[in-house]
């Protein structure tokens, strides 16, 4: 048996670890069970968020600049009159000077893409039958950027020139028609114009599917009677949550109207933030408790071992060395259960997701497991062992070494 | 010849500033020179234990001077009097006291880790000579509850001796042994008190063990009743 090569707090630590091999292994369960429950729950609740985020933002802009509303005004405001305004009744109209705003949205920090729409509200015909749809003159580079387009092709690609359409699958289902196929769609203003389906999209959401109609921004002008102009400007940021401070200092140096998806799905934000916030709770409940353990079985240790720890304050032991020893002991339990629990959580993962399926078939979740949460959790897990280990610590080295070799 | 434990009306009292206080020692003046071989003899709670915890600089007396090795120790702090505990005194305890976590071996290379941090092989090869000497080769890398008492004892001795110290306190090494092992052991203290030069402080309640040392000095009620020479 080779000379032990670790110092010698480590070396008396992880004995009195193995030493007490049941308590040691409980304990170690309990952090195992506590890190994993974190990892996963995190995990878990993190790609949940991502899924309903990406579902609910795959098919919209974070940011949407549009006009001022139109509203009536008195043209004498006199204070001892009384008058009844009535709301105005909104027109489509175009952003004033948009190029220009386009290129202030392009100019601020965190946002990723700006793509000019020209959006308004037009009938597809084909034979008798007639289906209420949104026209939606875009840039394609511009405005797959903003909704990757490419990805929910079911016929064709994202591509628009000329009077070329693509529609989406529940409208090419009540028109019955399909690429190649020709469909006549006329504005509210009495425009028209027979459009060639090139290509058929599936955004997983029915309603879309059955209302866009992309054609080129030229086109939709035309058909809804704004030469030259855009009815919205629809922006993509970093980072989702940046968007209404995004969407705050648009409105400000822009005097538009402009709303972020945190405004339009309020109740989705809160939705969130009550989900996150129950993570939080969860995962704090879980760390106290686990704490409450580490602590718990080191006070005991210290009981257990308070002969041994005479001993070695009799060999030359300094306090601060014993108390060493039993911090580690707390940061050797946190780190190994913190490894352990990383990969329960990761066997977890990979079970479940196996075992719940959306309606499509696919994973409910994805097993992967982020670095970044398996690593801030294992750092939390040893912290807290460490500081678990303060109070048993503390006693150990307080301990006088005649009492505890008489104990 | 050179005194290792100087005491000058040495004082030990519990329950200091209490209606319950009780002073267990009563002014104490005792030398031990180097290399002496000296019994502390006396009744159960005549205070031989407390002295040797004051001498082993386990417990800091209430009044009077301790100096071991030529340090006065009053105005020490705790890590000063751990450093000169840890460089100059050896305890053998009446049971024995080893780690059970630890081999043989490990227990008695246990100082020098303390002192050096990690176990090196001088160390080891120290260890292994006492472990040797105590006769004990073979048992190294036994735990301590797969020894008997005799050679847990022997362990605890070599344990003491592994960094030569200056100073051996002893609480009664024999006192949970047979006579046959009790005359073993009391042997190779006394064996290696000549041979190392370690002054050594035994107590003991056995008369045939006490009349075998230098020196003994009889403790009774706190206070030294008797001091005799070989």
């Not at chain 2, 105005?75 to 976590?101: D, K, S």
């Amino acid at each position: 048996m080779a000379r032990p090569k670790l110092p010698f707090e480590f070396l008396v630590a992880l004995r009195f670890l193995r030493e007490g091999r049941m308590q040691t292994a409980l304990i170690l369960l309990g952090v195992t069970g506590g890190v994993a429950v974190i990892v996963f729950l995190s995990q878990l609740i993190s790609q949940l968020q991502a899924t309903i985020i990406d579902r609910v933002l795959g098919s919209q802009a974070h940011v949407v600049m549009r006009p001022l509303e139109e509203a009536n005004q008195r043209a004498l405001n006199d204070p001892a009159s009384i008058a009844v305004i009535e709301p105005r009744a909104q027109r489509l109209r175009s952003i004033d000077q948009w190029e220009a705003m386009v290129k202030l949205a392009e100019a601020q920090p965190r946002v990723v893409a700006v793509s000019p729409v020209v959006s308004g509200p037009a009938f597809a015909l084909r034979g008798r039958a007639s289906k209420s749809v949104a026209l939606m003159g875009v840039d394609a580079d511009r405005y797959r950027r903003i909704v990757k387009m490419d990805g929910y092709m079911t016929r064709g690609t994202f591509h628009v020139e000329g009077t070329n359409a693509i529609i989406g699958i529940e409208l090419a289902k009540d028109l019955g028609v399909t690429v190649g196929d020709k469909v006549f769609v006329r504005a509210a203003g009495g425009r028209d114009e027979l459009l060639q389906i090139t290509g058929l999209f599936d955004i997983g959401n029915k309603d879309l599917n059955r209302r866009w109609v992309f054609t080129t921004m030229k086109l939709a002008q035309s058909l809804l009677d704004l030469p030259g102009g855009v009815s919205n400007i629809d922006i993509t940021v970093t980072d989702i949550f940046d968007a209404q401070d995004v969407s705050e200092r648009l409105q400000a140096g822009s005097g538009l109207t402009v709303e972020s998806w945190m405004t339009t799905n309020s109740q989705l934000l809160a939705a969130l933030r009550n989900q996150t916030v129950s993570n939080n709770l969860i995962r704090s409940f879980v760390i106290v408790i686990v704490a409450l353990g580490i602590s718990s079985v080191l006070v005991v240790s210290v009981v257990q071992k308070q002969k041994e720890i005479g001993i070695l304050r009799a060999m030359g032991a300094s306090s601060n060395r014993i108390m060493g020893i039993f911090l580690l002991q707390g940061g050797l339990v946190g780190f190994t259960g913190a490894l352990a629990g990383v990969g329960l959580a990761w066997g977890l993962l990979q079970f479940f997701s196996s075992v719940y399926r959306t309606g499509d078939g696919a994973p409910l979740f994805q097993p992967h497991l982020d670095t970044g949460i398996a690593l801030s959790a294992a750092l939390i897990a040893l912290v807290v062992g460490v500081l678990a280990a303060l109070i048993p610590a503390r006693r150990a080295a307080k301990m006088d070494p005649v009492q505890a070799i008489r104990a | 010849m050179t005194a290792i434990v100087a005491l000058r009306d040495l004082r030990k009292s519990y329950g200091v500033g209490t209606p319950v206080e009780t002073e267990v020692l009563h002014g104490i003046d005792i030398e031990l020179a180097e290399g002496e071989f000296c019994a502390l003899i006396g009744p159960s709670g005549s205070g031989k234990s407390t002295l040797l915890n004051l001498i082993g600089l386990l417990e800091r007396p209430t009044s009077g001077d301790l100096a071991i090795a030529g340090s006065e120790t009053a105005g020490l702090n705790e890590q000063a009097l751990t450093v000169l505990r840890g460089r100059h005194i050896g305890f053998v305890f009446q049971f024995h006291h080893l780690l059970p976590a630890f081999t043989a071996l490990e227990n008695v290379m246990m100082p020098s880790i303390i002192e050096q941090g990690v176990a090196t092989a001088d160390a080891e090869a120290i260890a292994h000579d006492l472990l040797l000497r105590v006769g004990l080769k073979g048992h190294e890398h036994k735990k301590a509850n797969q020894l008997s008492g005799g050679q847990q004892q022997r362990v605890a001795i070599a344990r003491a001796l592994s960094r030569s110290p200056r100073l051996i306190l002893a609480d009664e090494p024999t006192g949970n042994l047979d006579t046959h092992t009790a005359d073993d052991i009391f042997a190779l203290l006394r064996e290696f008190n000549r041979e190392r030069g370690s002054a050594c402080l035994i107590v003991t309640h056995d008369p045939r063990l006490a009349a075998r040392c230098d020196r003994r000095i009889e403790l009774v009620d706190g206070r030294v009743a008797h001091v005799s020479s070989s």
